[in-house]
């Protein structure tokens, strides 16, 4: 008979950690699973329920264990540990000795989980001697699925650091310029590219580019590649002096991001979209800024420019992305924190906190806990 110490918090009841421990129990039908659940504290939580720390990791304790107890599995305890998950299986371990053959530890994915950060499970094996079976986990984000998080902010203050991590988080599709750009080039595919003679459904990547095309194309009635998505700020706004061209260029920006967010589950970085969305109730506001040294150290790593030539582009873009918010937002301070539910320092706060507060405020807003920003600027006409 074998006994598994399964460690879990926000993953308690995932899918894949009860496959995991069905797929044990399997080869042995007396194998016996004891869950233990690290009283977190409810700051550190992804999604976040009130309530004190222990009373919540006492319920998803129990939780747990009526949900493995019901699907056939033998699980006689459901304990709480110490908010730290090394602390917490120290303890369990030491507290029964010789009594566990393994441990199971289920976390969120890589990016998102701050235990993978901790590399606990690595800690756990040199510390303890006993091998560790992993479980990634998705998150149960249903709770704001309808949810759109629009980012903006200085040149490399973050957004596409974060974006991506938010989006993932989420669960959530991701659309910044570069993604926008691909989905307007494939406009111009053949119609054999278009229409593949595969044999099979789309998948949901797949589906999510098709939707941006029609977007696009909505902007666009001609067969032009729109050049709002494939240029920077500096290029569409600065060198282009006609009134023509500054109008098709909001316009397109307005009826794409309109159409991503009446889709909702998406996180859009830049281009002026939280002011451009701002009548929009379902859409979290959120401005990112950091100091010079990092906007620049992060432009250098991004895009693999010397530090000379990084602090000229930061300085350009910022001088060209106010230009474009006074053209057209009608404001001489594009981080105007009325502009923004929350807006985060990214030179002071790391990702992982950074990417917490997001996914946390998403949920406050869809549940109604916070009320929509009134944009004092000008709208898009």
């Excluded at 120290?90 to 701050?114: C, F, I, K, Q």
């Excluded at 989006?167 to 750009?181: C, F, M, P, S, T």
């Excluded at 706004?237 to 009826?255: F, N, P, S």
């Excluded at 432009?299 to 530090?307: A, C, F, G, Q, V």
Aim: net charge negative.
């Amino acid at each position: 008979m074998l006994h598994y110490l399964v460690v879990a918090h926000q993953t308690t009841t995932s899918t894949e950690l009860l496959q995991c421990l069905s797929e044990l129990a399997d080869f042995d039908p007396e194998t016996v699973f004891t869950v233990l659940v690290p009283a977190t504290p409810v700051v550190h939580l992804l999604a976040w329920k009130e309530g004190e720390t222990n009373e919540i990791a006492r319920q998803r304790a129990e939780e747990a264990r009526e949900r493995f107890v019901d699907s056939g599995l033998n699980v006689p305890q459901a304990k709480v540990g110490d908010g730290s998950p090394l602390i917490a299986i120290g303890d369990e371990l030491r507290a029964h000795p010789e009594e566990y053959d393994a441990v199971v530890l289920s976390t969120l994915p890589p990016g998102v989980s701050r235990w993978l950060r901790l590399d606990l499970q690595n800690l756990v094996e040199r510390q303890f001697g006993l091998p560790v079976i992993h479980v990634v986990a998705k998150l149960d984000t249903s709770h704001v699925r309808n949810i759109v998080v629009a980012l903006g902010g200085q040149t490399g203050g973050g957004a596409r650091l974060l974006g991506p991590a938010i989006a993932q988080a989420l669960g959530a599709n991701y659309v910044d310029r570069l993604i926008l750009q691909a989905a307007a080039q494939q406009l111009g595919a053949s119609v054999t590219a278009l229409h593949q003679k595969e044999e099979r459904l789309p998948t949901k990547g797949e589906r999510f580019r098709r939707f941006l095309q029609t977007a696009i194309g909505h902007s666009a009635p001609t067969d032009e590649v729109p050049a709002f998505l494939t240029e920077e700020y500096e290029s569409p706004v600065i060198t282009r002096g006609l009134d023509l061209e500054d109008a098709k260029y909001i316009k397109g920006l307005q009826v794409v991001f309109q159409d991503l967010a009446a889709r909702g589950n998406v996180v859009i970085v830049g281009r002026g979209s939280p002011i451009i969305l701002k009548e929009m109730p379902n859409v979290l506001k959120v401005g990112l800024v950091a100091n010079r040294r990092d906007c620049v150290a992060r432009i250098m790593e991004r895009e693999h420019l010397t530090h000379e030539e990084a602090e000229k582009a930061v300085i350009e873009r910022d001088k060209a992305r106010a230009y474009y918010f006074k053209r057209f937002f009608g404001t001489d301070d594009p981080d105007n924190p009325e502009f923004y539910h929350l807006v985060i320092n990214t030179s002071d706060v790391p990702v992982d906190y950074a990417v917490d507060l997001v996914v946390q405020s998403a949920k406050a807003l869809e549940e109604g806990r916070l009320r929509t920003v009134d944009v004092g600027v000008k709208g898009v006409q």
